[in-house]
Nanobody
Framework: QVQLVESGGGSVQAGGSLKLSCATS????????MGWYRRAPGKGRELVAK???????RYADSVKGRFTISRDNPKNTLYLQMNSLKTEDTAVYYC?????????????WGQGTQVTVSS
C-alpha cells in the first residue's frame, strides 16, 4: 500500500524559505513521476512542480526561479525547497506520486501540509 506523508509546512514571513518533504512507503518511482500541488483558499488545486521519470522537472510560472523540486531515492523522499516566499504562496501543499494504471498515470496523494506566508 502506497503512503505519502508530507511535512515541513508552517508559517513564515514573506521573503522567507521553507522546505517541504514527502516521505513515501510502498512506492516505486515510475515514469509517471511525482509532484507537488497546492490549493489556496477559494481556489482549485494547481500543479506547483513535477519531476518526471527521466528526472526532468517543470514548474508553474508563478514559482519558477523560487522553488526547486528534488528527490532522494535512497530515502524514498520528495522535496520542495521554497525560497522568496510570497503571500500568494499561502496554500495547502500536497505531494502526489504517479503510478501506471491501465496504461495511464494516476496519482496517490498525501494528506497535505499548510504553508502560510504573511506580509
Amino acid at each position: 500500500q502506497v503512503q505519502l506523508v508530507e511535512s515541513g509546512g508552517g508559517s513564515v514571513q514573506a521573503g522567507g524559505s521553507l522546505k517541504l518533504s514527502c516521505a513515501t512507503s510502498g512506492y516505486i518511482f515510475s515514469r509517471c513521476g511525482m509532484g507537488w500541488y497546492r490549493r489556496a483558499p477559494g481556489k482549485g488545486r494547481e500543479l506547483v512542480a513535477k519531476i518526471s521519470g527521466d528526472d526532468t522537472t517543470r514548474y508553474a510560472d508563478s514559482v519558477k526561479g523560487r522553488f526547486t523540486i528534488s528527490r532522494d531515492n535512497p530515502k524514498n523522499t520528495l522535496y520542495l525547497q521554497m525560497n522568496s516566499l510570497k503571500t500568494e504562496d499561502t496554500a495547502v501543499y500536497y505531494c502526489a506520486a504517479g503510478v501506471v494504471f491501465s496504461n495511464q498515470c494516476a496519482n496517490y496523494w498525501g494528506q497535505g501540509t499548510q504553508v502560510t506566508v504573511s506580509s
